[in-house]
């Protein structure tokens, strides 16, 4: 079955360090990926999206995805987390010409300590 | 501001009751759809609608009913079959080219119904 998987319910990570969330997916062409961030009680924000062309992805907040297609996942990184960066992370994907909605994994949660 | 407006933000019912939520855009996107949202469990689909006066069952659509009769609005009513209602329901849209997505979704800010 078609499927998008985050591996990580739960990630705790220092204000400062590095930051990478997992996502694989489970299709037989590469899909359109997206990846979301909602705060506690709010709706869902866009952070980057993948249709084609490079597979590095810059996105908003400073946040970046790499695409790789030989292990169909989609991980997302940031090089510095800051405190309000504390969220839950969606990865969400739709089938390349042949989605009608977005398909969720089922989310990480992300916590920033001091 | 373009986006889309979902309220009531927090509803409460009692068991037996039918609600409906509103969800309205002004982003002239041809497609909206509605999920739900339980912790841990993700986004699930709940129905989305392509075209005015037409509308799809998403994968949990038992006990929901939706109705497209504007571009712009696409109420969700839940309906007293709904074993387990309480939940967060997101509405949002997205732009479309023959019937499949072409963009993000945009996503309203949420409604949380809770049954008593």
């Known amino acids: 079955a078609q499927s998008v998987t985050q591996p990580d319910i739960h990630i705790t990570v220092s204000e400062g360090a590095s930051l990478e969330l997992r996502c694989n997916y489970s299709?037989?062409?590469?899909?359109?990926l997206f990846w979301y961030v909602q705060s506690p009680g709010q709706g869902l924000q866009l952070l980057l999206k993948?249709?084609?062309?490079?597979?590095l992805v810059q996105g908003i907040k400073g946040f970046e995805a790499e695409f790789k297609r030989s292990q169909s996942s989609f991980n997302l990184r940031k090089p510095s987390v800051h405190w309000s960066d504390a969220a839950e992370y969606f990865c969400a994907v739709v089938p390349y010409q042949a989605g009608t909605a977005l398909i969720f994994g089922k989310g990480t949660t992300l916590s920033v300590s001091s | 501001d373009g986006g889309i407006t979902q309220s009531p933000k927090y509803l409460f019912r009692k068991e037996g009751q039918n609600v409906t939520l509103s969800c309205e855009q002004n982003?002239?996107?041809?497609?909206m759809y509605w999920y739900r949202q339980d912790p841990g469990q993700g986004l699930r689909l709940i129905y989305y609608?392509?075209?005015?006066?037409?509308?799809q069952k998403g994968d949990i659509a038992e006990g929901y009913s939706v109705s497209r009769e504007k571009k712009e609005s696409f109420p969700l009513t839940v309906t007293s079959a709904q074993k387990n209602p309480t939940a967060f329901y997101l509405c949002?849209?997205?732009?479309?080219?023959?019937?499949?997505?072409?963009?993000?979704?945009?996503f309203g800010e949420g409604s949380r119904l809770t049954v008593l």
């Open positions: 982003l002239n996107h041809d497609a």
């Open positions: 299709y037989g062409a590469t899909p359109y």
């Open positions: 609608s392509q075209i005015v006066n037409d509308f």
């Open positions: 949002a849209s997205s732009n479309q080219r023959e019937g499949l997505v072409t963009g993000e979704l945009f």
């Open positions: 993948y249709f084609s062309g490079d597979t």
